[in-house]
């Protein structure tokens, strides 16, 4: 199949690349130099995309309101619950904290990923681009090493276009995790270790038995997915945050925002990319404790290629537990290009400010979205905020991704037997308990 409206290109050699038939026919990688990380190129230049993020398009039923910019190339091929088109909330609660205890006065917007319909979390745009792209080129096995989410909305997706999908998860993963996978037929292997087994037992099980593997934080899928979200903040808001604050694991929101405004920099739709700020649970933060030990000493040459791998990371976030981040480089180059920061958030918090969230605005995040919210908290603490920034928290996943979470979010009930124990309360004496963890 020939194709003319996108292709690859190689970013370590330049070597250029059909697309998705040659990419998959020459085993995801570049033939020429074998390294897989590729830009996605469009042949239009993005020059109609003042028109969609104008509404002149009509309003958006699902991300794929960007066909012309993903890459695909037959919209019969198209999977789609209609995620992705999400709303950006303000969290006022948040700025009066801030001002209150930092004097900042700073907006604060909440990327309400919670609300994708396939299974509430920021993955579900990367899953409904790679069942698109998987059915569009034919492949009907498929498979994927995860720490939970990406394993889920995979397997929802890709059951939606009739494919076959083996998932390789950790020891640790959340048990709604898995049933989330077994549920619609697609079979879990939960291996006898942590995250790096499962990446290495599905490389050789896609190896052994020529299934295609899922390629990880920097698969053109994945990446063309999420890069989708700059446009929508253009749409929504008009602008680009100053501050994007996101949990991390592999990080391939920041590695996809980055693609998405170095595509459309020649439109001169928005000002300066945002801050990278990105938190890492206490449990597993190796990303922060590369930067940390590069900030000491002065970043000295070759700094961000010296990062510690973490063996059998043991953390309350299993979303998050990614201890061989080989992608630090990258995302060590974004964050410290945009005056960024890498952030550790403790985790023994998380339940916390999942119960501060639900009490002031009524939305149930999930572990992973509290740790994003631990970290504006955290960023407050260590000055990393400056007055008047526009600072985006992506809240990543919604509630029933851990239902145990739920179960610890239980505070105010009182056993009863008599009418006499039975007194009306208000619901305004919690708040100042549910912002003790949290203020300086
Ligand atoms: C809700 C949520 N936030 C953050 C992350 C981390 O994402 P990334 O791997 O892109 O860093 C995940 C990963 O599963 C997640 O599910
Ligand atoms: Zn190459």
């Known amino acids: ?19 998705f038939p040659q990419w998959f026919n020459e085993g995801q990688k570049c033939s020429a130099c074998n390294k897989n990380w590729v830009d996605v190129k469009y042949s239009n230049d993005y020059l109609k995309l003042p028109d969609l993020i104008n509404n002149r398009a009509g309003h958006p ?71 698109s792209v998987l059915k569009e080129n034919g492949i009907s096995d498929y498979c994927v090493a995860s720490t939970g989410n990406i394993a889920n909305a995979f397997a929802h997706y890709l059951a939606l276009a009739g494919i076959s999908l083996s998932v390789f ?33 599905c490389a050789e099980f896609s190896k052994k038995h020529k299934i295609h593997m899922s390629g990880g934080n920097i698969d053109p899928a994945r990446v063309e997915a999420k ?3 700059v446009f929508e903040w253009l749409r929504q808001l008009g602008y680009v945050p100053d501050v994007y604050i996101q949990a991390l694991a592999g990080g391939t929101g920041p590695i996809a925002i980055h693609k998405g405004l170095e595509d459309i920099r020649h439109l001169k739709l928005f000002e300066k990319e945002p801050r990278y700020v990105l938190i890492q649970a206490s449990g597993c933060n190796p990303m922060t404790m590369a930067w940390d030990q590069a900030k000491k000493e002065g970043f000295s040459e070759g700094w961000k290629n010296r990062f510690p791998i973490l063996e059998h990371p043991l953390t309350r976030i299993p979303t998050l537990a ?24 403790n985790e023994e918090l998380h339940v916390d400010v999942a119960r501060l969230v639900a009490f002031e605005t009524s939305v149930r995040i999930g572990p992973a979205a509290a ?70």
């Open 1 to 19: 199949m020939e194709i003319n409206k996108y292709h690859f290109v190689c970013r370590n050699c330049g070597n250029k690349i059909d697309g």
């Open 227 to 229: 890069k989708t979200q």
């Open 322 to 345: 990614n201890g061989n981040p080989q992608t630090y480089p990258i995302l060590a180059n974004l964050v410290h290009s945009t005056e960024g920061e890498f952030l550790t958030f």
């Open 169 to 201: 998860i950790p020891e640790d993963a959340l048990a709604a995790n898995e049933a989330g996978v077994g549920c619609y037929g697609q079979r879990v292997f939960r291996v006898k270790g942590d995250y790096s087994l499962a990446k290495h037992l």
């Open 61 to 131: 039923d699902s991300l794929f309101h960007y066909f012309d910019y993903l890459p695909l190339v037959d919209r019969n091929n198209i999977i789609t619950e209609g995620e992705g088109v999400i709303p950006v909330d303000r969290w006022k609660f948040l700025e009066e904290f801030a001002y209150q205890y930092y004097n900042l006065e700073i907006t604060v917007l909440a990327y309400r990923n919670d609300t994708n319909p396939g299974t509430g979390t920021f993955k579900d745009v990367a899953a409904a681009v790679a069942a």
């Open 371 to 440: 740790i994003a919210v631990g970290g504006f908290f955290e960023a407050l603490k260590t000055n990393t905020l400056r007055d008047g920034e526009r600072v985006m928290i992506n809240i990543g996943e919604g509630m029933h991704r851990a239902p145990e979470l739920l179960d610890k979010m239980r505070y105010t009930t009182q056993n009863v037997a008599t009418i006499e124990e039975c007194l009306p309360s208000n619901r305004n004496d919690y708040r100042h308990q549910l912002y003790a963890s949290f203020t300086p």
